[in-house]
């Protein structure tokens, strides 16, 4: 965990997660300023807009635009839902920042409760973490009795609470209405939209639902002003970013740079290449994003926009460092096998789709493929891509069809020879254990 | 409105509907699989993506709301390559064993892949296997073949009301299956066959019985409940294969409830009497119809010389058609008696000649959807009118409040926000209180009818909230269902509903018993059309000398089987005309004629809201068994009765409905002349409220084994609330000696809260109980 960022700068020592450490490094600041100085609802919108702020959850969509869709007039309830639920392969850094500064995404859950007039929020965590949940729960007691949460928050007349929900450890359900659905005690299958939460989110109340280090920027921007934020990144990609490196790499973890800061940079931040070997492929926006081949990636800069340029997604800022050890075939199967197991099994293309999928590629990779089958693989993924519920079904699709495009004739070798590229003792050696 | 187009076809739909349903207006086929108009949109079959302009992608008709200026095209080749696609996931694991599947033929993915499956699979992998379910003696599985598409538990628990089915697991291991070790219980599971766009779930009775080919449909009407469903009876080799439902929006939509669609398999039940028979000797032989017919004309016509006339009488069941209620009437009477009803479970009589006319529901089915208050007195709701009770479940969801006050609840499987439950006794003081809190609200006088009886009553809670309820509606209605027809005072419930009706401007009605509870009094089939003569209670406690007893089953279909059997023992000519033998007719009869089903004759049933529908029969009759309104006509002719020469049917609904068919509204009347002065002091001793089971009201249900094999077929239980239970000093789960004024049985105790304090709830028309005579009273429980 290496930061020159915002949301894990300062931490040092082993207490960074308690309210006081936190206080110390300047939480809960921008909130206090917020209540002393009165600042307006629309205000706080209008900093985050600015700020050029995008969901760092995987789709990019502008935070502020997000907040300004939210019915304020709505008479009743309306919820924030923090999504937690961190399940793409690759991605861990939702996990670090609840368990080191976890009252970052409190202090930015109650401003954006201000901002959209919610009373009641709910963080959805991940149901494989325990320890994380655990903290967070403590977290929010802490808050509670500092009167950072509840009613007549720090004297004023604002009230929000929030709630921790632990999940079960399904990735659907960090779907947005997937999540819904799980916090309304259903079995997590995303919902049809529209209608959107927006208007129709949790129990059929207007509803935004952001990442957890989204709602860890906001204190920065509300303290520092939206401008200062989008300075430290590129115009439309404001910020910094976590990105959670992981793969063939001698420094694998969670790494916090501007918005815009080239690959390499990031590359030497998690120490190279194991082994001095050559840069295969990157996976740079966790498994859902296309692979991008280590050359291409090395021209890239890290940002929504430059990534999507090279024909990828920045996604949640998993970057999956592949070196030349890496069989294609075996890694895409791996991935296939993870939709397959994933997919909710509400709809019909990604329910039956994700199976065929992987166990076309489950035969390529044993010796079994046929001549036909990268034809098929790619009429399937077609097939697939657009015409599902949710996203899932693209997000299984877009390996697929990447790993197709620009390693192809690893994949026809093993089709044509009944065997790898790579040799196996060259995948063995790449596969050892890492010991720092 | 707005304006979109559609296949280049301009059109104006308005706001707020699917690009599904607008498709539907102007004829387009869209290829679906999980949409139902009748349920929830849930989306996921995907079938039907269709092309919208600007759109990225192709969007799913039933799930995409029209916006204006919107352009669709349901048959672009964007869209049915998206079709195709979809249709290929579909069937790659779908086995491909249509030629042994009992869809085939009806299936409506056959169908579709007909025209969006390719030639030959590209899945060359194994396919998929699921284990199949036990949902029970109704519904049969066939899990593999399943896509889905969630139409079952969408119905189990949207139209149903309560979940019983659900998609367990995730991905390609999702099943649809229902709670652990528990099977459908839901008295409208059917329809999940129906529903079923594949051969998952298919009809258990059924199974295998016949292809959808071979069978021809045939119209027909429900001859059970007072809702009158409309039917699609399928016919093979004059063989009733299976019972469909027929569209009809005002009446059933497209729904069956189980009795309804299982009730056929008592039809080739070999308890039917094929011939006429006699008792010689106290043995049965078979005979001729004109021995039998001649026997029966003589036998009555010399009763009639020896002991007079008004020694013959005649019971109906309500389930007979109006021509079969009418003739019989025209017989008794033309052989100078007024001994007729058909009014079997009733028992309180006191009503009869200040009505003025026949009690109905007094409102359009189709109307309840615009209800917003609903008083439901005296009724086992969701039992007794499973389609009704689903219409109100809907209404509920768009706000309609419902109340209710009975001696003994089941869950409703539907909100009622207000609920009086005391003993049956109790239930008159609970009304006239009602009566006293709107009189009291709205500033509007108690009429005399019950004023005096009102006098110094103190409101309670529960009465001010049914009366809040009620007086704050704008279309409200009270109901009054079969148990406050059967109430031992169901008069002075009828004059207090009708008085708690007038002040909440409520609509006001009954729900009717049976097919033809409203035909019944149409066709004159009581003691007091024309000829005054006496009720079934009467001719039952002060014996006759014949009964001539019309499609009943005199052990389980009276108020009372006890007075029944001690009465027929002692009649000199007992004649059952039936389509089934039964134990009581085998014991007491002397005659037994038999009259053909609904299935095999026409007629008119009248419905809760005067609909008078009519049908023909559907397979020939079995044996010799001929229509009742036949037999009834040459019995009045060989007897020597003036207007009995009709040549057809047509002829005999002639003299009672009107030229073109239909009830005469005005006959449709549910207001009652009578006044009530004082209230009755409640006793103190334990009170049977006895239900009548949804699978024993009638002999047909009765004897369909399976239904007689589902949750609602098994035995009786003795069920009492657990104030009760420790009062009388019983125990749950033991069994009792229940003892009342005519006999005894015994019965297993069970808990159950929902019944009223100092009350056994004690189901009726059942073998185990009918030793104890009457369906209410005053009954005794022992330990064993």
């Known amino acids: 965990m290496t930061s020159k960022g915002i949301i894990l700068s300062g931490l040092e020592g082993d207490r960074t997660w308690r309210l006081a450490d936190y206080v110390q490094r300047g939480g809960y600041a921008a909130l206090k300023k917020i209540i002393a100085e009165n600042i307006s609802a629309d205000q706080v919108i209008s900093e985050v807009k600015k700020s050029a702020l995008r969901g760092r959850g995987g789709a990019g969509f502008p935070t502020g635009l997000k907040w300004s869709f939210m019915p304020r007039a709505f008479p009743g309830a309306k919820y924030l839902a923090c999504n937690s639920d961190e399940g793409e392969p690759g991605t861990f850094k939702d996990r670090d920042i609840l368990r080191y500064n976890p009252h970052s995404v409190i202090e930015g859950m109650i401003i954006a409760g201000y901002a959209m007039g919610c009373e009641r929020g709910y963080n959805y965590i991940h149901g494989e973490i325990f320890e994380v949940y655990d903290r967070f729960e403590e977290a929010l007691q802490e808050a509670r009795d500092a009167g950072l949460l509840g009613k007549n928050i720090l004297g004023s007349d604002f009230s929000f609470d929030l709630f921790a929900h632990h999940g079960y450890g399904a990735y659907i359900c960090g779907e947005e209405t997937a999540l819904l659905e799980s916090i309304e005690g259903k079995k997590g299958q995303p919902r049809f939209k529209p209608p959107f939460p927006a208007s129709f989110g949790l129990y059929g109340k207007p509803t935004t639902i952001n990442n957890t280090e989204t709602f860890a920027s906001i204190p920065y921007i509300i303290r520092e002003g939206g401008d200062a934020f989008l300075a430290l990144g590129k115009p439309n990609n404001g910020g910094t970013k976590l990105f959670s490196v992981s793969g063939h790499v001698n420094k694998p973890g969670n790494y916090e740079i501007p918005m815009g800061t080239p690959f390499s940079e990031l590359l030497e931040l998690a120490g190279g290449v194991r082994g001095g070997r050559k840069l295969k492929a990157v996976i740079p926006g966790g498994s859902s994003a296309p692979v991008l081949p280590g050359s291409v990636m090395m021209d890239c800069t890290m940002d929504y926009d430059s990534i999507s340029k090279a024909g990828s997604m920045l996604g949640s800022g998993a970057v999956i460092v592949m070196d030349e050890s890496t069989c294609m075939v075996k890694a895409l199967e791996r991935l296939s096998y993870f939709y397959f197991e994933e997919s909710c099994g509400q709809c019909t293309p990604c329910r039956e789709g994700t199976g065929w999928l992987y166990r076309v590629i489950h035969r390529i990779e044993n010796g079994l493929g046929r001549s036909d089958d990268l034809d098929l693989l790619n009429s399937i993924t077609t097939n697939i891509m657009g015409r599902t519920i949710c996203a899932l079904g693209d997000a299984a699709s877009m390996p697929v069809q990447s790993f197709i495009k620009h390693f192809g004739d690893e994949f026809a070798f093993h089709i044509e020879h009944k065997k790898c590229l790579v040799p196996k003792d060259v995948q063995r050696e790449g596969s050892k254990i890492y010991v720092a | ?784």
């Open chain 2, 1 to 784: 409105m707005l304006e979109i187009e559609i296949d280049g076809k301009q059109l104006q739909v308005p706001d707020g509907i699917t690009v599904m349903e607008a498709a539907n207006t102007v004829g387009a086929y869209v290829p679906h699989f999980c949409y139902h108009k009748k349920l929830s949109i849930a989306a996921n079959c995907r079938m039907c993506l269709v092309q919208v302009e600007k759109a990225p992608k192709p969007l799913p008709a039933c799930a995409t709301p029209v916006t204006n200026g919107m352009k669709v095209w349901t048959h672009s080749e964007q869209a049915v390559k998206a079709q195709k696609g979809v249709m290929e996931f579909l069937l790659i694991n779908h086995p491909l064993d249509c030629p042994i599947c009992d869809q085939g033929g009806e299936c409506q993915l056959q169908d579709l892949s007909v025209g969006y499956g390719g030639v030959e699979s590209r899945y060359q992998e194994e396919k998929r296997v699921v284990g199949n379910k036990d949902l029970g003696p109704l519904v049969s599985t066939d899990m593999t073949r399943c896509i889905n598409c969630t139409r079952c538990v969408r119905f189990t628990t949207e139209i149903a009301g309560l979940m019983e089915l659900g998609q367990a697991f995730r991905g390609e291991h999702a099943e649809i299956m229902p709670f652990v070790e528990k099977t459908i219980d839901s008295e409208l599971s059917g329809n999940i066959i129906d529903l079923c766009p594949v051969g998952a779930l298919t009809s258990k009775p059924f199974r295998f019985g016949a292809r959808a080919w071979e069978m021809s449909r045939r119209k027909s009407v429900s001859p059970h409940d007072s809702l009158g469903s409309n039917l699609v009876v399928q016919v093979k080799n004059d063989a009733v294969k299976r019972v469909l439902p027929l569209e009809n929006e005002a009446l059933n939509e497209c729904w069956l409830s189980d009795k309804d669609r299982f009730s056929y398999e008592a039809l080739n039940s070999e308890e039917r009497l094929a011939r006429p028979m006699l008792k010689q000797g106290g043995r049965w032989i078979e005979t001729d119809w004109q021995t039998a017919i001649e026997y029966v004309a003589n036998g009555l016509k010399s009763i009639k010389a020896e002991s007079g006339a008004d020694t013959i009488g005649a019971l109906a069941s309500p389930h007979s058609t109006l021509e079969e209620l009418y003739l019989l009437r025209k017989l008794v009477q033309g052989l100078g008696s007024g001994n007729v009803d058909f009014r079997l479970r009733q028992s309180d009589f006191s009503a009869d000649g200040k009505m003025s006319g026949a009690p109905w529901l007094g409102m359009p089915v189709a109307d309840i959807a615009n209800l917003d208050r609903l008083f439901v007195v005296g009724s086992f709701f969701r039992k007794d009118h499973p389609l009704v009770a689903q219409r109100v479940r809907q209404a509920a969801k768009r706000g309609l409040k419902v109340s209710a006050l009975n001696p003994a609840f089941d869950d409703w499987q539907l909100p009622v926000a207000n609920r009086v439950c005391v003993p049956p006794q109790e239930m008159i003081v609970a009304l006239a209180k009602i009566a006293k809190a709107l009189s009291e609200q709205t500033g509007r006088e108690l009429s005399v009818q019950v004023a005096a009886a009102c006098a110094g009553l103190v409101v309670d809670e529960a009465s001010l909230a049914i009366a809040n309820s009620l007086g704050s509606g704008r279309r409200s209605a009270v109901w009054l269902g079969n148990y406050a027809v059967q109430h031992e005072h169901a008069a002075e419930i009828h004059v207090f509903a009708q008085e708690i009706a007038r002040l909440s401007d409520a609509s006001f009605g009954f729900l009717g018993e049976a097919a033809n509870s409203v035909g019944g009094y149409i066709a004159g089939a009581v003691p007091f059309a024309g000829v005054p003569g006496k009720n079934v209670t009467e001719m039952l406690s002060a014996p006759l000398k014949a009964y001539v007893l019309l499609g009943l089953d005199p052990a389980f279909d009276l108020g009372n089987s006890a007075a029944a059997a001690g009465a027929l023992k002692g009649a000199d000519m007992v004649v059952m005309l039936s389509a089934f033998k039964s134990d009581s007719a085998l014991e007491f009869a002397d005659v037994m004629l038999p009259i053909a089903p609904f299935t095999e004759t026409a007629g008119v049933f009248v419905n809760c809201e005067g609909r008078a529908q009519s049908f023909f029969p559907v397979v020939k009759s079995r044996g010799e068994s001929r229509p009742g309104w036949k037999v009834l006509k040459v019995l009045g002719e060989t007897s020597g009765l003036d207007g009995f020469g009709f040549e057809k049917i047509e002829d005999v609904r002639a003299e009672v409905l009107e030229s073109d068919g239909t009830v005469n509204p005005a006959k449709l009347d549910n207001s009652v002349a009578l006044n009530v002065e004082s209230l009755r002091a409640v006793e103190a001793a334990v009170q049977r409220i006895a239900d009548i089971p949804i699978y024993s009201a009638d002999p047909i249900a009765r004897r369909s084994p399976p239904l007689q094999q589902t949750q609602d077929g098994v035995a009786p239980s003795a069920r009492l609330s657990a104030a009760t239970i420790t009062r009388l000093g019983v125990q749950a789960g033991l069994a009792v000696r229940i003892k009342s004024a005519y006999g005894e049985v015994s019965a297993v105790v069970a808990e159950d809260d929902g019944v009223a304090d100092g009350c056994v709830r004690l189901a009726g028309a059942h073998p185990m109980t009918a030793a104890l005579g009457s369906l209410h009273g005053e009954i005794s429980l022992e330990r064993m």
